[in-house]
């Protein structure tokens, strides 16, 4: 008999990127509009625990209307927005930092001219983008 | 014989906050110099998995060179600074994104007049700040 072992080699390594140096995956559909998705330090990088991404939504832009059953913890970096939590709209300017618990329903939308930049977080397991 | 059961009532809730009016703590020491912290979402919000922290660094201030098992995701939302990975400095501006696996060893510092500030992530069950 024949013993299989599976090695894993984990290269975790530490990083530095700036986000606009990433190639974005671009979002527009029924759902969703104007949005550019990108993982910033996600399982390829070995984050085991949570990934990160940043969504650029341009002008008039809104992410898709939904709930899932993770969580978000979100990031205002640049612009202004809106999110929705249970029919209520908050604003979102530059330092709003926004936790959306598992299974809330949740969208955000763009109410300016210039690019609302935000950092979203997910545990890992999940779809990243 | 009695049967007890822990009811555990969890009180998760969304949130909606800028870091800014939140109070922050602040460390000055011999290892760290001009840091301000905040938790923007943790434990007490109900977020199970990770947690979100933001730290300003003032001009001429750093953070204590330290290694500890778990990791760091990093995102610069305003400043400029360095972090130190592995005796080579790299550059920090707004939109930089830092991952800094565990077990190794990092510092980061302003480089310049105006604060540096970056949203710092760390997995749930290590101090919070």
Redesign the interface.
């Known amino acids: 008999m024949f013993e299989f072992v599976e090695y894993k080699i984990w290269r975790?390594?530490?990083?530095?990127?700036?986000?606009?140096d990433i190639e974005p995956v671009k979002f527009d559909s029924d759902v969703v509009k104007g949005v550019k998705g990108r993982v910033?330090?996600g399982k390829d990088?070995?984050?085991?625990?949570?990934c990160?991404r940043?969504f650029e939504i341009a002008a008039n832009g809104h992410t898709p209307r939904h709930s899932h059953e993770w969580?978000h913890?979100i990031?205002t970096?640049?612009g202004n927005g809106e999110?929705v939590?249970?029919e209520k709209w908050?604003?979102?300017?530059?330092?709003?930092?926004?936790?959306?618990?598992g299974n809330?329903e949740?969208q955000m939308k763009n109410i300016n001219d210039e690019p609302l930049v935000v950092?979203c977080?997910v545990?890992s397991g999940v779809p990243e983008l």
């Open positions: 975790i390594k530490m990083k530095a990127v700036k986000y606009t910033l330090i990088d070995g984050a085991e625990n949570f990160m940043v969580e913890e990031f970096h640049s999110v939590l249970k908050h604003p979102m300017s530059p330092g709003t930092a926004i936790f959306i618990p809330t949740h950092v977080l545990p």
